[in-house]
Nanobody
Framework: VQLQASGGGLVQAGGSLRLSCEAS????????MGWFRQAPGKERDFVAA????????YYEDSVKGRFAISRDNAKNTVYLQMDSLKPEDTAVYYC??????????????????????WGQGTQVTVSS
């Protein structure tokens, strides 16, 4: 399984970016997908996730109302639309796929240990 993330960059506070993550190598539509981020010197934290069926979404509290995760199973791609960006959103953003198919429980989606496949990361820098 390979995950290829793209779309990061440098943006001013209040701006927007759209991250994409294209998957290959297994039935994408059966697996939940998530985005995590890691700032320098910090742990990798949960940002958002979308379930394999019904596209139920979950968000970390600080991004609710500003970020939106979605998926297009026909394109094997998951997206993260990020609006009203803040300097504290600066981090390397990683997309990931759950190890096990068909899960919907939120607890699985917020834990990095439940993800078995990771993209290479894309840098997001928000200037003040």
């Amino acid at each position: 399984v390979q995950l290829q993330a793209s779309g990061g960059g440098l943006v001013q506070a209040g701006g927007s970016l759209r991250l994409s993550c294209e998957a290959s190598g297994r039935p994408f539509g059966r697996y939940g997908m998530g985005w995590f981020r890691q700032a320098p010197g910090k742990e990798r934290d949960f940002v958002a996730a979308v379930t394999w069926i019904d596209s139920i979404t979950y968000y970390e509290d600080s991004v609710k109302g500003r970020f939106a995760i979605s998926r297009d199973n026909a394109k094997n791609t998951v997206y993260l639309q990020m609006d009203s960006l803040k300097p504290e959103d600066t981090a390397v953003y990683y997309c990931a796929a759950l190890k096990t198919p068909y899960y919907t429980n939120r607890d699985y989606y917020t834990r990095a240990a439940e993800y078995g496949y990771w993209g290479q990361g894309t840098q997001v820098t928000v200037s003040s």
